[in-house]
């Protein structure tokens, strides 16, 4: 049976490098794309790290009932909302393997709908200090920094990835991102 290897972990733990970097690695992994309501980035592309829409084509996918799990969150430049569809990007019927990115509770809603047996969590994990450190560096680098959403979301973390919401989601192994290479290195262990 294909799997679904879904990366997941706090802001800036790693996941969007991880990610990248796998698919370079195991270009046999198939992508799968969700969709946002938030505004397009500089740099970024329709279609490849997300479906950009509105709430709209949200509300009709919803009402299609091909929604399988939605985000939305009160973010410190308007709400946005993040989520999968049912769009034919997974075929349960074949064998392919797909790459899949999100939260911790879209993990879940994903597992729910495809099946535990199917997904398989790659859970991204960085010292607080570190990842701190990390994510003002990358926001330091933006022409426009965002330093009330980089603290809004460092701290909607510690309450979404509390350790009792990784134990009911079975997250029993972390990815510890320190290196890079080591931490690919151990993620492709389980990819093979
Ligand atoms: N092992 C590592 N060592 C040092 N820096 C790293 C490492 N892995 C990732 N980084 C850097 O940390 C920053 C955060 O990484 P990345 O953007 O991939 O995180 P993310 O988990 O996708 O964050 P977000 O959820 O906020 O989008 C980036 O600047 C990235 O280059
Ligand atoms: N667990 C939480 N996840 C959040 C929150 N705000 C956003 N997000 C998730 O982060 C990524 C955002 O990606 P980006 O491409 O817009 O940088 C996405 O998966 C959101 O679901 C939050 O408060 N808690």
Redesign the pocket.
Known sequence: MGKIFYVM???????????KRLLELRPQLKRVILYTTRPIREGEREGEEYYFTDGNKMRELREAGKIIEERTYQTALGPWSYFTVDDGQIDVMSENSYLM?GTLESYEKTRDYYGEERLVPIY?E?EDGTRLR??L??EF?QKEPKYAELCR?YLADEEDFKEENLKRCKIGRRFI????DA?LNDILKVIQ
Not at 9 to 19: C, E, L, N, V
């Open positions: 972990g706090k802001s800036a733990s790693g996941k969007d490098t991880i990610y990115i991204i960085v990390r994510a560096e990358r680098k979301r991102n320190d290196d890079l931490c």
